[in-house]
C-alpha cells in the first residue's frame, strides 16, 4: 500500500527539474520583512511608552493609544499574513508540481496590499488635519476603534482586493497541479487564504460608516441601521478576532511548519492522518471559541459556556499538530547543533504546545476572574503571534532564502545569533507579563480598596522586563531581515562547474 | 483514471472549510443576535431605559446627544478603549472597586450597551474601568487629568492630550489651556457613562420590586465636591476619590 501511495504522489515526469523563478515569493518576503521591523519599533515604542509616558509627550500621532493598534495590526497584515502567501508562493508550486499560475498577479495583489497596510497604520496614527492639528474625526478616514478591525475602510478595501487576488492565483495554481495527492500543507494554505478572506469581510463590515453617513447627509434617524451595536457588535468582533488568531496567523505558521519542518531536516512527516485530523478540528473547533474573550461580559451566560468547553476542545488539533512536527523530528534531534531552521521550528513546536495549553486553561472562568483585563493576554499574544507563528516564520525565511535566490546563507553566525535574540526575548517578555499579569490580577481581586494607581505603579519592574525582552525580539527580526538583505543581493559565487565550460587544464588540474 | 477521493479534491476541501465557518457564524454569532436584550426596539430594551434621558437624536440610532456622540468618536480615534475597559464584571470585588462611596456599582447588562456603536468595551485594563465613571469627578477635573494626568493621578502612565486643548504652552505657566471642542465632547460623553444606569431594587414597590438609578444623590453630591477641590493639585487629595 505504501509503495503504492508512494508511485502515485512521486513526480512521473520532469515535475523536480521545473526551474521555479519565485518572483512573487521573493517580493512578498522582501516586503513582510521590512514590515516586521517597522512594526516591531512601533510594539517596542509602546512598550518603552508603559516605562516612560513622557516619551514623545504631545506628539499626537505618537500617543500611546495610536501606536499599539499600528503595531498590532501592522504585525499581523503586514507581517504573518503576507509571509505566510509568500511562502506559499513558494511550497505551492513545488508540492504541485508545477510553476505559479502568474507571477503577475501576485505582484499587483501585493502592490495593493501594502498600500492597503500603509493606509490603515496611517488612519490608526491618524496625523492628518483637522480641529488643531488632533486628527480626523471622518470614521471613514480614522480607526474602526475596535481591535483587531482597527485599519479603516479603505484600507480593507485595498487588502481584500490584494486578498483575492491571491485566492484566485493559489486556486489556479493548485487547479494546474500535476501530482494529485494534496499534501498537508496545501490544505493549511488554502485553509488559510479561504478563512482569511471569509473571516475579513464579515469583521470588517463598515456598519458605524454607513450609519453615521445617511445620520449625517441623509438625517435618517433610528432604524433601520447597517451596523451591530453594543454586546452584538462585540460578539462579532470577537468571532472575528479571534479568527484572525486562529485562523489566519496558525494555519499559516502550520502549513510553513509542515512543509519547511520536514524539509529543513530531510526527514519524512510522521503522520498524514494525524495532520488530517488535525487540520478538520482546527477547523471545526476554532471558530467557536471567540466568545472566550468575554467571560462574565454582557453577553449570554450559554455563550460563554460554548467557547470554554471548544477552548478546551482545542486540545485535539494542537496535539495533532505537536505530536507530528515531535514525530517528525524523532531521530534528528542531533541536528539542533547546526540547523538554525531546525531550532526555530522546534522552539516554535514547543511554544505552541504552551501557549494553547495557556489560552485553554485561561478560558476557565476562575482564572479568566483574575488575569482578565491584565498583561497576562498581552503574554499569551505574543507568546502565540511570535513565539509561535513567527518563530516557524523566520525558521521558513532563513531555510528558503538561499534556495530562493540560490545562493548560500549570507551568515550562519547572524542566523544564530537571531535565533538566540528571539528565543531569550519572547521568554523574558512573556514570564514578565505573565507574572505580573497574575500579580496585578491578584492585586485587584484581593484588595478591593487598593487605589488602582497603585496596582499601576507596582507592574513598573516587569514593564521594564518586557521593553528588555521586545528590544531583543526587535534586534532578530532586523538581524533576520538583514541576514535575508544580504543573502539576497551578495552576488553569487562563481561556481565553474555549471557556468563556464569545464576546460582541459580544469578538468586535467 | 480512477476517480479522485475526497481527499485529493481541493473543490471539497474548499466546500467544507467554508462549511466550518458557516456553522459556527450561525451558532455563535447569528444565533445569539436573535436576543432581545441586544437591540434597541423590543419591550425589554425600551422598558429598562424609560427612566433615561434618551430622545435626543444626535446618534444614528438614538441615545446620545450630538456633543456625545462627537465625544464618542474622539474616544474611538483616540484609542480610549485600548486601556479602559467599559464593562464591571459581576464579581463582588470589581462591583466595589468602581462603586462611588456606599454604592456598589452595578454589573454590565445588555441592555446598557444597545446605542453604542462602535462598542468600547474593551479588554484590557492599563488604566481602570470608564463604564461607571460619570459623576465621580467634575468636568474640570477631566479637563485638568486629560491636559496633565502625572499632575493629577501621580505615577499614572496615561498620555497627556495636549492636543485636545488651545494655548497649550508649557513654558508659559500664567497661560490656561482651553479645551477644544474636542475635548468638551470627550467629557460630555465621559459624563454619560453610567450616570443614568438603573438598577433592579426588590424592596421597591412595596416589595414587587421596580427600577431605580443606581447612584445616591449624597454619593453623587460628595464625590463631585470632592473632584472639584482637587483640581489643579499637585499632590493627591488624602480623601481623593477611590478608582
Redesign the interface.
Known sequence: MAVQQIMQIAPTDAGERIRHSDDAAKWWVGVSLFNVILFGVLGLIAAIKMVMPGLFDGVSWLSWARVRPAHVNGVVFGWLVPIAIGLFQYFIPRLSGTTLYSEKIPKISLVFWQIGVLIGTISLLNPWGGELEAGTLNPWLMTKGKEWEDYNVISNVFITIGLLGIDYNVFRTIAKRRYRQIYVATWYAVGMILWTSLVYVIGNWPGQQIDWTLHNYFGQDGLPHFGFTGSNDMNVNWFYGHSIVGLVATPGAIALAYYFLPKSINAPLYSHKLSIIGFWTLGAIYFWVGAHHMIYGPIPYWLQTVATVFSFLLFIPVAAAVINFLGTARGEWHQLRYNVPFKFFMAATVMYALVSSQGSFEALRPVQAVVHFTDYTIGHAHLALFGFATMFAFGAVIYAAPRMWRRPLYSEGMAEWSFWLAFIGITVYVLSLTVGGIYQGKLWMDYPHMPFIETVVKMTPFWHARAGGGLLMVLSMVLVAFNVYKTATTPAPVDEASTATPTLAAVAG | MAK?KA??S?LW??I???L??I???V???IF??F?N?????TQDGAEYFKTAKFDD?G????GYTPLQE?GR??Y????????H?Q?I??????M??YGIHTSPAPP???R?????????????????DLSRVAGKYSDDWQFSHLYN??QM??????????????N?NPADPSQTPVP???CVALVAYLQTLGADRTVWDSKLNGGKGGYRPWLLPQDKQNSLQESQSAVNRAERPVH?P??
Open positions: 479522485p481527499e485529493q481541493v476541501l474548499g467544507f472549510a467554508s466550518t465557518m456553522v459556527a457564524l451558532f455563535t454569532a445569539p443576535a436576543n436584550r441586544w437591540s434597541t426596539n437624536k446618534a444614528p440610532n438614538g462627537k468618536l474622539v474611538q480615534r483616540e484609542g480610549c478603549s485600548y486601556c475597559s464593562q464584571r459581576p464579581l463582588k470585588t470589581e466595589i472597586r454590565a447588562d445588555e446598557e450597551y444597545i446605542y453604542d456603536e462602535p462598542h468600547f468595551l474593551g479588554t484590557k485594563r492599563n488604566g481602570p494626568p502625572q493621578v501621580p505615577g499614572s502612565i496615561m498620555p497627556a492630550f495636549k492636543w485636545l486643548f488651545s497649550a477644544s471642542g474636542e481623593a477611590r478608582m
